[in-house]
């Protein structure tokens, strides 16, 4: 598990959007291992946890986590979808629709959402923003245990102390440079 570190603004989601092929770098090029570009990368093989959750109002949480899993034809995606949510302890909230939720419920439904695929890769944009520090340190377990299981790697951004001590490597950005970690 990666952490990427900088205050606000200092260049992590842009960072991160590079990585994905989302945005283009001022200077130089991306390299994915096994991808001819990052833009072109399955979307099964490099999850996205964005700070924006883009949860469908219409969908209960349940369906919103299984919507992936069904479109990448896995099976029984709905029942992939209730243990996703019950492993970040929202199983209780599956019926509901994100808009009946709180934020920190609506992120760590689309942290299911991206693991519901089992991906190779996660990539998440401060994944614990909006979660208690007792919530983040049960989120960073539970990607812990399903990275050691499935051997997902993982970046994470944030400013998160939890986050950070709990990364196994730090990369440090202070004005979209990076200053320490590389």
Known sequence: MVALLGRSGSGK???LNCLLGWETPDAGAVSVPGVAAPDRAPWTTIAV???????LDELTLTDNVALPARLAGLP??????LAALE????????????EEVSLG???R?????????RPAFLVADEPTGRLDEELTGHVLAGLREHCGSTGCGVLLASH??????????????HDGLVVDGA
């Open 49 to 55: 946890v964005p700070q924006r959750f883009g949860l």
């Open 13 to 15: 989601t842009t960072l």
């Open 160 to 173: 998160d102390p939890v986050v950070i001590a709990s990364a196994d490597r730090v990369v440090r950005l």
């Open 76 to 81: 029984e995606p709905h029942d992939a979808a």
């Open 109 to 117: 439904t689309a942290l299911a959402r991206a693991l519901v695929v």
């Open 105 to 107: 419920e609506q992120q």
């Open 87 to 98: 492993a970040l302890r929202l199983g209780h909230l599956a019926a509901r629709t994100p």
